[in-house]
Structure formats: structure tokens, C-alpha cells
């Protein structure tokens, strides 16, 4: 099955330093990955939609300069929180879709990267 | 505004009992609804989905009903086991687009031994 690897599971940080988080296809190809945050017992909030070769879509209240997202190819898409504050951490996840399938098939999920800012 | 309306927030169950979690929608542009198991710490895993053209898809445990009158659809799970405590969320995906999924609250299930 298709998997999507996310890296780092867990990071602690100091606050105003900037942490970046990877999210791999490993098996297919994604030319739209998508970055969701969920805090504890939370549903999952969609931030931002990462286009390979193109700007990325953030969703109303994101802001832009602070979770960078860059999608330079068709099996990575990184999330950079920069200059983050302990208000930032919380559980990121990134899911993907194969470019090869339809539009109903499955997203799939990376592990998540639980981030903490100290 | 709250597209998916899901409930209850957590279930307790015995084990060998069956779990029903229900979800509500309003957009009738969408067109496929999954859900999905999450674990502690883990991302999503997809457990099973449904298109608005059939009422009832089961696969092994797991079984969604779909009202599109109603615009409701559950998620049953039967002999549930204590492995199936997780938080479960059902999702909704606009028709002919790409764009991402919209996720209801989640629910907390809890199955005892």
C-alpha cells in the first residue's frame, strides 16, 4: 500500500528557532500533499495545500511567512515553522494523493511530527 | 461553520458490543465519505469509505449505513474489540475535485475487556 513517511515524529525546540518537517511518498507520486494540525483531542485543521512546482494554498488564518511550505518534487513536501513560539506546538500532519489515481481514491496519511516549543 | 457534524464525542462499549458513531452533513456537493482510525500519536489511517450511490458498505467489522434523504451517514462497528479504541473521524470530499477533505469532530471510542 501506499505509504507517506513524515520525519522528524517528535522535535523539541527553543522558542524563535525554526523547526522543518518532511513529509515523503515513498511508493507513488504526489503532486498535491496536504499539511493538517490537530491539537489534543481535536480534529484534524487543514493549514495549507502544497502544490508540487508551485505556491502552496493556505487556509484562512495561516500565516504565510510562518509555516513556509515548499513541494519541490513529486515524493517530498517540507513544513518549516519559523520563529516558533510555544503557542505553535502541537501535532503536524501531512497526507498525500497518488497522481496517478482518481480524484475519490484515499489520502494517505503520514505518522504525524508532534512539535514542541520549550 | 461546521460542514461535518459528528457524535458522540466518546463511546464506551463492552467488548463483543457494537459501536455507532453517526455523522451529519449539509453540502449535498459531497461526494465521498471515508473514515478514519486514528491511534495515539499516529496519523490517520483509513478504515472504509462509501459514495452517495450506495446504502451500505461493509467490510469485515466495519460497516457504513448512508441516508442521502437524510443526509447522514455511521459507521458500525460489530464484536468491537479493545484494539478498536481509537478516535475515529468521518470525513466528506466535494465532487470532481481534488481539494481536501473535510473532517467532523472526531470520536473517542473505548472498548472494555
Known amino acids: 500500500g501506499a505509504v507517506v513517511s513524515q520525519h522528524p515524529s517528535r522535535v523539541i525546540c527553543k522558542s524563535g528557532t525554526s523547526v522543518k518537517i518532511e513529509c515523503r511518498s515513498l511508493?507513488?507520486?504526489?503532486?498535491?500533499m496536504f499539511w493538517y494540525r490537530q491539537f489534543p483531542k481535536q480534529s484534524l485543521m487543514l493549514m495549507a495545500t502544497?502544490?508540487?512546482?508551485?505556491?502552496?494554498?493556505?487556509e484562512q488564518g495561516v500565516e504565510k511567512d510562518k509555516f513556509l511550505i515548499n513541494h519541490a518534487s513529486l515524493t517530498l513536501s517540507t513544513l518549516t515553522v519559523t520563529s516558533a513560539h510555544p503557542e505553535d506546538s502541537s501535532f503536524y500532519i501531512c497526507?498525500?494523493?497518488?497522481?496517478?489515481?482518481?480524484?475519490?481514491?484515499?489520502?494517505?496519511f503520514g505518522n504525524g511530527t508532534r512539535l514542541t516549543v520549550t | 461553520q461546521q460542514q461535518v457534524k459528528q457524535s458522540p464525542q466518546s463511546l464506551i462499549v463492552q467488548k463483543g458490543g457494537i459501536s455507532i458513531i453517526n455523522c451529519a452533513y449539509e453540502?449535498?456537493?459531497?461526494?465521498?465519505f471515508p473514515w478514519y482510525q486514528q491511534f495515539p500519536g499516529k496519523g490517520p489511517a483509513l478504515l472504509i469509505a462509501?459514495?452517495?450511490?450506495?446504502s451500505e458498505k461493509k467490510e469485515g467489522r466495519f460497516t457504513i449505513s448512508f441516508n442521502k434523504s437524510a443526509k447522514q451517514f455511521s459507521l458500525h462497528i460489530m464484536d468491537s474489540q479493545p484494539g478498536d479504541s481509537a478516535t475515529y473521524f468521518c470525513?466528506?470530499?466535494?465532487?470532481?475535485?481534488?481539494?481536501?477533505?473535510?473532517f467532523g469532530s472526531g470520536t473517542q471510542l473505548t472498548v472494555l475487556p
Open positions: 470525513a466528506a470530499k466535494y465532487a470532481g475535485s481534488a481539494r481536501q477533505l473535510t
Open positions: 453540502n449535498t456537493a459531497f461526494d465521498y
Open positions: 511508493d507513488f507520486q504526489a503532486t498535491t
Open positions: 462509501i459514495r452517495p450511490d450506495v
Open positions: 502544497s502544490n508540487e512546482g508551485s505556491k502552496a494554498t493556505y
Open positions: 497526507s498525500a494523493r497518488d497522481r496517478g489515481a482518481s480524484y475519490n481514491s484515499p489520502l494517505h
